[in-house]
């Protein structure tokens, strides 16, 4: 079965300097891979996907994540962010055989001045 | 708005008592989602729809019914709640899983 781990459980950053999370998943085929964001007391929201080909895929609010097959990851990056940024990011994968979201644990960001 | 519905945004039930939380949806998607988010866990998957009239079983299904009458009504309920069943519920939809999900703003529900 598909699975995606997030080894960070909370992350903190200062305001303006780049982020990286991580994720590493686990799927048979090209995975279709989502990162999604979740701010306090909201649902999710869907930052960006990866489907195929270009494996530097860009995102809303100026997130991007890159595809690496070789080291099974789908990492979030921003080179710079704001205090807007502080929320729970989750990874996903997808299962084409039933059309299910599988996610990650999530990582908890937090910014500091 | 389009979007995904919930109702109701908070619930406190004393255990044993039943209900059902509503999830609508006016974007004419295909598939349906209830998903659990607990602390340290992620979302798990209760119960899902791939189109009217159809459910299936997801991941943490025990203790939890779902009906889809309508494509644009998806409904969780819990005949005898449990302590166990405090949890944010989140509902989603989707035209099919490679767009992604569109989510509801969810329903915390505490059982006493």
């Known amino acids: 079965a598909q699975s995606v781990t997030q080894p960070d459980i909370h992350i903190t950053v200062s305001e303006g300097a780049s982020l990286e999370l991580r994720c590493n998943y686990s799927y048979g085929a090209t995975p279709y891979l989502f990162w999604y964001v979740q701010s306090p007391g909201q649902g999710l929201q869907l930052l960006l996907k990866y489907f195929s080909g270009d494996t530097l895929v860009q995102g809303i609010k100026g997130f991007e994540a890159e595809f690496k097959r070789s080291q099974s990851s789908f990492n979030l990056r921003k080179p710079s962010v704001h205090w807007s940024d502080a929320a729970e990011y989750f990874c996903?994968?997808?299962?084409?055989?039933?059309?299910?979201?599988?996610f990650g644990t999530g990582t908890r960001l937090t910014i500091i001045p | 708005n389009a979007g995904v519905t919930q109702t109701p945004k908070f619930r406190v039930l004393k255990t044993g008592q039943s209900m059902t939380l509503l999830c609508a949806q006016d974007?004419?998607?295909?598939?349906m989602y209830w998903y659990r988010q607990d602390p340290g866990m992620g979302l798990r998957l209760i119960h899902y729809s791939v189109g009217e009239g159809t459910t299936a079983k997801g991941e943490v299904p025990d203790g939890y019914n779902v009906s889809r009458l309508k494509k644009q009504n998806f409904l969780l309920g819990l005949e005898s709640a449990a302590p166990s069943q405090t949890s944010v519920y989140f509902c989603a939809s989707s035209r099919g899983g490679s767009y992604g999900y569109t989510f509801g703003s969810g329903t915390r529900l505490t059982v006493v």
């Open positions: 974007m004419n998607h295909e598939y």
């Open positions: 996903a994968v997808i299962d084409f055989g039933n059309e299910k979201l599988t």
